[in-house]
């Protein structure tokens, strides 16, 4: 069994527009910072933890094809400058890849690190593009043996795996409340909600609202991007503890600032959580020795793939520390990525489910069969490979050059 071929597509919602080449769209933006009102302190102007987005969704479909006519689709976390990772594929890995055998899939995740180790490419793009052909060898893997790829990780601990929505639409609070209300409504018992912006007064009142909105009907997720520094991310911890239904505080600091969740991580029983920016078990190491953390967040799609993730997966376990699958706007590739993970190790604590994957352009609307959303869980089954089959029609509708 040999790989005769790899190749990408660039899917963007901006082709829905009408847009036929990437460049017509990057639209490369900032996210708005929150007006200047009333402080009772001036606070920090420090807004390194701004990241950018573009003006439309984008990802990357890697499809492996071998001599035996199985093909593996995989996908590689692509939210902005997508042809990098498509260069990455095509012009870097493919060709250590074609004429290997697919089922040597250690082998050949550590042959793609190496590429490009000598140049410490350990991270970013690099591990973005490996991960998309390492899924997509993962689901030759599971169709070449009749196998879902759960089984193939070494067994299920569970099948029916927890999910939780991962934002809340709405600008104003109370757009922001009804969002609350309408994932709730839907089956979610677990919501996320951002914070990070403006003055630490006003995060509080966003998220009492949002804490009070959820009540008793489930837990609140409370991801701040980063947003504080370490003075203000222990007294905003400290309020989090006294609303009683948050379950964990995500990316309060840098993800540099490893002393400062050191110690953040050390003040409260609130779980502190960190690492979608972690891309291979060498960071993650590093972390877990300092205790910087209570709770994981790979990103199968960022860190190389269902090999990688697992390998952190399993380190972290060693540690004590629990993770979730981080699942950012993708198709269900994606998803069901992580979940194949999450279902075979034992500390997983439960996966994130992209905003409006229901009846988003990148959602159901890309399978054959959609994938059903049950009570805030999502069931795997005997379903060989990643457990999905694309739409090749509707996904054609999203390809860009």
Known sequence: MKITSVACQILSTARLQGAERYEDTAGLKFPQVASEGPRQFAGRTDIRHLCVYPADRSTVLVRVQTDTDVEGVGEAHAPVAPRVVKTIVEDLLTPVLIGEDPRSIE???????STMRL????????????????IAL????GKHYG?????????????????YSSGTPGQTVDERRAGVV????????????????GTLEAQMDLVAAMSETVRDRGRLLVDAHGGFDLSDALRFVQFLEKLGNVE??????LPEDHDGYRELTRSTPIRIAVGET?????????????????LLLPDVCRAGGISETLRIAQLADVFGVSWASHVSTSTAVHLMAGLHVAAA???????????????GPFGNVLLKKPLALENGHVTLDETPGLGVELDEDAVAQLVLE
């Open 345 to 359: 190790t034992p500390n997983c604590f439960i996966s994130e489910s992209p905003s409006g994957f229901a009846d």
């Open 147 to 163: 196998e879902p790829i759960w089984r193939l990780l070494g067994g299920a601990y569970r099948l029916r795996i927890p999910v």
């Open 107 to 113: 082998v050949l995740w550590e042959r793609m690190f």
């Open 248 to 253: 964990w505080f995500e990316d309060a600091l």
């Open 138 to 141: 993962w689901d030759v893997l």
């Open 119 to 134: 140049r410490s490419h350990t991270q970013g793009f690099t591990l973005e593009a490996i991960a998309g052909v390492d």
């Open 182 to 197: 309408q994932v709730l409504d839907e089956g979610f018992s677990v919501v996320k909600t951002s914070c990070g912006r």
């Open 278 to 294: 972690d891309c291979n078990r060498y960071r993650v190491r590093d972390r877990l020795i300092h205790k910087e953390c209570d």
